[in-house]
């Protein structure tokens, strides 16, 4: 839930965000182009992206690639998370370095995966340049169009410098030129998401017939049936691992219906989700 949201736009698009949220929240990030730096003023998150959950505490940032799908922030502690956002889009990038991109934003001469986030450890500049934002959120009457500018090309500078530059160059320069994704990375991106067959079929290039041919030489089965498949065992191993409520574990395995989701559970395993907690749960 968002206790108290407050932004700034630049050129039409929402720029820098200071956002406190409190408890239990979670935010799944929309699949667009463009990136985003958030900083934990208060607090902390949890991170969950394709692979893992990284927790990041306060004075902490992860910057993130939105051209790839899968990217959430959560909480369940009782204490609220104040978040500063500052948010890279190419268009605009391209339009405030009208004569040549600094070479944070320019394409590594070795690209070895596509890597889509980075957590930032504490970074004295960097808490310093958020304490300068949050100047400008109490004295709003300050801010015009310079000097969002500015605070732009000065993150692009602080990001430049640290230990962490090389990875952020390279979730950078994907938004000037997407990585292609192999069928399968497609795949396995989506797959605890609500999108359909017809939709991971376009998101491949291929027809839907051509899409399911495909899938069948790669996985043995149908993408209906292997993708549920895939839900039902994330979702068996969080009951053990969690002690989120059933129907919120249904809901991040991609399930929109827990009528549907128990039904389904059963067939698979013999036993109700909440038995199965019960038996299997040391």
Do not use: W
């Not at 667009?32 to 900083?39: P, R, V």
């Not at 799908?69 to 978040?83: F, L, R, T, V």
């Amino acid at each position: 839930m968002i206790n108290d949201y407050k932004k700034y736009d630049l050129f039409g698009k929402t720029l820098i965000q200071k956002i406190v949220l409190k408890s239990p929240f979670k935010f799944d990030f929309p699949v667009t182009e463009q990136a985003c730096f958030l900083y934990v003023f208060e607090g902390d998150f949890q991170y969950q992206g394709m692979e893992k959950e990284i927790n990041i505490p306060t004075n902490y940032s992860l910057f993130l690639n939105c051209i790839h799908s899968g990217n959430q922030i959560h909480n369940s502690a009782p204490k609220n998370c104040e978040i500063v956002i500052v948010t890279f889009y190419p268009d605009i990038l391209k339009k405030i370095y009208d004569r040549e991109l600094p070479v944070l934003l320019q394409s590594p001469k070795n690209i070895i995966s596509n890597k889509s986030s980075e957590i930032i450890n504490n970074d004295f500049l960097i808490e310093k340049y958020i304490e300068g934002l949050l100047f400008y959120f109490k004295n709003p009457s300050l801010v015009n169009e310079d000097i969002l500018i500015l605070k732009l090309k000065e993150i692009i500078l602080l990001l430049s410098q640290t230990h962490n530059s090389e990875s952020i160059q390279l979730i950078l320069s994907q938004l000037f030129s997407p990585a292609a994704y192999t069928f399968k990375q497609i795949i396995e991106a989506h797959l605890f998401s609500s999108i359909t067959t017809e939709e991971l079929a376009s998101q491949s290039n291929l027809s839907l017939s051509s899409f399911k041919r495909e899938f069948a030489k790669l996985y043995n089965d149908t993408p209906a049936n292997y993708i549920k498949n895939k839900k039902l065992e994330k979702a068996a191993e969080l009951l053990l691992v969690s002690d989120e409520r059933i129907t919120e574990i249904a809901f991040d395995c991609g399930f929109n219906d827990l009528a549907n989701f128990t039904k389904s559970f059963t067939n698979k395993y013999h036993t109700s989700p909440t038995n199965y907690r019960l038996n299997n749960k040391k």
